[in-house]
């Protein structure tokens, strides 16, 4: 399996700022996502981050609200815009394989986001 | 549209003692399955995967789980529970005919181990 960093590990951030998330692989992937982990709750896939193309995003996220990029095959960024505390929550890419007729995921480690 | 069901929010064992997580799946063809562990301010780590091979799937750390396409379910086991077990569990389903191989979570089951 890949070695996925991210960075920060966690912040704490005002309301209104922006914050950047950075997604780092030991090597390439094709696949690389971004999901959402609110306290106490499961996880929610925000988008699939494409490389050299716009993501595609899932119902509920808009790219103004959390805009991606994916300049190359191992690595990722995603940023959280205008936050306000209903943001704060953990913040985990993946990075995907194609197994035949299915998709293995391996989690990266989080980042863990405060907003006063 | 598929969907996974944890029947338990939480469960409780005492150390030794058997583990049993319930997931139950609805998906419209032949699904992959997955259980993933996540221990408090861990990333997620994949404990087993089924993909239509053998029904009865064995994962790290001791956990088996068994697909029962009649039953629609994907019960994670462990023979004897260990203090290290504690953690959350999330039980996921990826239909590759549909959108794409997406994984669906469950809500998750908190695991306690007592001494």
């Known amino acids: 399996s890949a070695v996925i960093s991210q960075k920060p590990s966690r912040d704490i951030c005002q309301r209104g700022t922006s914050l950047t998330i950075q997604c780092q692989v030991d090597?390439?992937?094709?696949?690389m996502f971004w999901y959402r982990q609110q306290p106490g709750q499961s996880l929610t896939l925000i988008a699939t981050a494409n490389q050299g193309s716009e993501a595609t995003y899932e119902s509920g996220f808009v790219i103004d609200k959390f805009p991606i990029s994916r300049p190359n095959l191992t690595f990722s960024t995603l940023t959280v815009s205008n936050m306000s505390p209903e943001d704060s929550s953990i913040y985990l890419c993946s990075v995907g394989r194609l197994l035949g007729t299915y998709n293995e995921q391996f989690f990266g480690p989080g980042t863990r986001l405060t907003v006063l | 549209a598929q969907s996974v069901t944890q029947l338990d929010s939480h469960v409780s064992v005492s150390e030794g003692t058997p583990v049993l997580l319930r997931c139950n799946y609805s998906?419209?063809?032949?699904?992959?399955l997955f259980w993933y562990v996540q221990h408090p301010n861990k990333g997620l780590q994949l404990l087993l995967k089924?993909?239509?091979?053998?029904?009865l799937v064995k994962g790290i750390n001791g956990f088996e789980a068994e697909f029962k396409k009649s039953e629609t379910s994907f019960h994670l086991t462990k023979p004897s529970a260990h203090m290290s077990d504690a953690a959350e569990y999330f039980c996921?389903?990826?239909?590759?005919?549909?959108?794409?191989?997406?994984?669906?979570f469950g809500q998750g089951t908190e695991l306690s181990v007592k001494p």
């Open positions: 089924y993909t239509s091979a053998a029904t």
């Open positions: 998906s419209s063809y032949s699904p992959s």
């Open positions: 996921v389903v990826s239909d590759p005919y549909n959108q794409g191989g997406k994984l669906i």
């Open positions: 090597s390439q992937v094709t696949m």
